[in-house]
């Protein structure tokens, strides 16, 4: 579907007041790529899955980029919010409750989904991040308030592509603004474990399990 402004997906929830995943893809991805993770992750939950619009050099993407781990911050400001403002109309449209929106994404995905969480606060309840970056760079996030908000980073202790660091430095920003968050790390690389994705599915059903 093409409507709303983004080409999406939408599955209904099987479930009686299930919540909705919000699936925000890799770069190179669509909005087919994280329906079967979404499904492992919170079964019976309905889905909205929408494509990025940036193409680079064929791959979908959700903001650009200057280079490999660069990024145009001011596109990702920009392209935050008409995503925040898609995921408000699609709620709407599809009739799901906006307070139970969790989104899960994966690196690029999960770069944009922290923009979300930054950028527009109490959009999401929460957030599963796979592979994230600190999404604002250099430049330092506004002071805003994400009490109740939970998040589940994984990161991979030897991702080439996105640094352990990075990671760290999104968990200390949302921590720092009131975010419930547990990073869990896997001895990997870019590509979550099996471990990791079992325990994004426990801690998103309750409560989260030890570390």
Request: glycine share 12%; no cysteine; charged share 20%.
């Amino acid at each position: 579907m093409s409507a709303l402004g983004f080409v999406h997906l939408f599955e209904p929830a099987t479930r009686p007041d299930a919540d909705t995943l919000l699936l925000l893809h890799g770069t190179g991805g669509d909005e087919h790529d994280l329906l079967g993770l979404g499904r492992t992750l919170a079964p019976g939950a309905a889905l909205l899955s929408p494509r990025g619009k940036v193409d680079e050099n064929g791959a979908g993407r959700w903001f650009r980029r200057v280079r490999e781990g660069v990024f145009d911050v001011d596109d990702v400001i920009r392209r935050a919010h008409e995503l925040g403002d898609f995921v408000e109309e699609a709620a709407g449209a599809y009739g799901v409750d906006p307070s139970g929106l969790t989104a899960v994404g994966f690196s690029n995905g999960a770069n944009i989904a922290a923009a979300l969480l930054l950028l527009r606060p109490g959009l999401l309840r929460a957030a599963v991040l796979l592979a994230p970056a600190a999404p604002l760079q250099g430049r330092r996030p506004e002071p805003v308030d994400l009490t109740g908000t939970r998040v589940f980073v994984g990161a991979g202790t030897s991702d080439p592509i996105t640094p352990l660091d990075q990671a760290e430095l999104l968990v200390e920003q949302l921590r720092e603004r009131g975010a419930d968050v547990w990073l869990r790390t896997h001895a990997g690389g870019h590509a979550p474990s099996p471990e990791v994705v079992a325990d994004a599915r426990t801690w998103l059903a309750g409560p989260r399990p030890a570390s």
